[in-house]
């Protein structure tokens, strides 16, 4: 395992790279944590270990305010998640040893992948969200962020909630996220996996995606919750899964 700081206009984004053979030139897959998460999650873990597993190199990295990256928590943004992700991408694309590059990110950074999916329409294999919480923009647009109740059109300075105060800048850019246009634009292979007992974001916005991408697959965790709590082995599997069948493609 390595780790480092990649840089992001002048933020630097704590990052861990997991390969499994530092001998060969192989796929690696970028994996981002949610809304208040990071790297060291036992779901993101998993992830990363499912993924090596399967001959995947896996790079962990912590976005803005997230982890032991650099900024506040109160003052992230999903366009700041955005800039930071382009920022990995370049990085990404100076390492010699990679041939295929997937993005993989839970919930926020689900909803993340699926926008920079849209952006980035050459660059990945494949994009996965997990449990994606791209009913976010939504709720802003709505004023019921964080299970809140407020004005959306005179959204407040601070939104408190789940222990933490957020900044109302963060309601501000997500009210002008439109995912269903990054959905749109992205015509590449897309994998879900998503717990159908999860409470946090609701299954149906795994269904949703799955009607509105070009190719995607849904796998659902049966009784499982956000950060798949109850059966973490059956989403290694189901990832696992996934990353096997793409090898067998190949040959
Ligand atoms: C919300 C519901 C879910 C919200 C964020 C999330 C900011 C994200 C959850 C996650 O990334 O795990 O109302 O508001």
């Given at each position: 395992?390595?780790?480092?700081?990649?840089?992001?206009?002048?933020i630097?984004?704590?990052?861990?790279?997991?390969?499994?053979?530092?001998?060969?030139?192989g796929?690696l897959?970028?994996?981002?944590?949610?809304f208040?998460?990071?790297?060291?999650?036992?779901?993101?873990?998993?992830?990363?270990q499912?993924?090596?597993?399967?001959?995947?190199?896996?790079?962990?990295?912590?976005?803005?305010?997230?982890g032991?990256?650099?900024?506040?928590?109160?003052?992230?943004?999903?366009?700041?998640?955005?800039?930071?992700?382009?920022s990995?991408?370049?990085?990404?694309?100076?390492?010699?040893?990679?041939?295929?590059?997937?993005?993989?990110?839970?919930?926020?950074?689900g909803?993340?992948?699926?926008?920079?999916?849209?952006?980035?329409?050459?660059?990945?294999?494949?994009?996965?969200?997990?449990s994606?919480?791209?009913?976010?923009?939504?709720?802003?647009?709505?004023?019921?962020?964080?299970?809140?109740?407020?004005?959306?059109?005179h959204?407040?300075?601070?939104?408190?909630?789940?222990?933490r105060?957020?900044?109302?800048?963060?309601?501000?850019?997500?009210?002008?996220i439109?995912?269903?246009d990054?959905?749109?634009?992205?015509?590449?292979?897309?994998?879900?996996?998503?717990?159908d007992?999860?409470?946090t974001?609701?299954?149906?916005?795994?269904?949703?995606?799955?009607?509105?991408?070009?190719?995607a697959?849904l796998?659902?965790?049966?009784?499982?919750?956000?950060?798949?709590?109850?059966?973490?082995?059956?989403?290694?599997?189901?990832?696992?899964?996934?990353?096997?069948?793409?090898?067998?493609?190949?040959?």
């Amino acid at each position: 395992m390595k780790e480092f700081f990649i840089s992001s206009d002048g933020i630097r984004l704590h990052a861990k790279l997991d390969r499994p053979d530092e001998s060969v030139k192989g796929p690696l897959c970028i994996l981002v944590h949610g809304f208040t998460g990071h790297m060291e999650e036992d779901h993101i873990v998993a992830m990363q270990q499912a993924m090596n597993e399967c001959g995947i190199s896996v790079l962990r990295v912590e976005m803005y305010g997230h982890g032991l990256s650099d900024g506040e928590f109160r003052d992230h943004t999903l366009y700041k998640w955005v800039t930071n992700m382009i920022s990995v991408i370049h990085y990404v694309k100076t390492l010699d040893f990679v041939t295929d590059l997937y993005l993989c990110g839970h919930s926020q950074g689900g909803l993340l992948t699926m926008l920079i999916g849209g952006m980035f329409p050459d660059d990945f294999k494949a994009i996965l969200t997990i449990s994606p919480a791209w009913m976010i923009p939504e709720l802003a647009r709505n004023g019921t962020l964080l299970g809140l109740s407020f004005d959306p059109l005179h959204i407040p300075d601070v939104l408190q909630s789940w222990d933490r105060e957020l900044s109302g800048d963060y309601c501000r850019v997500a009210q002008t996220i439109h995912v269903e246009d990054e959905i749109e634009r992205y015509k590449g292979k897309v994998f879900i996996i998503h717990g159908d007992a999860d409470d946090t974001v609701p299954y149906a916005y795994a269904e949703k995606a799955l009607a509105l991408y070009h190719d995607a697959t849904l796998v659902p965790i049966h009784g499982d919750d956000h950060c798949f709590t109850k059966h973490l082995p059956e989403m290694k599997d189901a990832l696992k899964s996934f990353f096997l069948d793409e090898a067998n493609k190949e040959n």
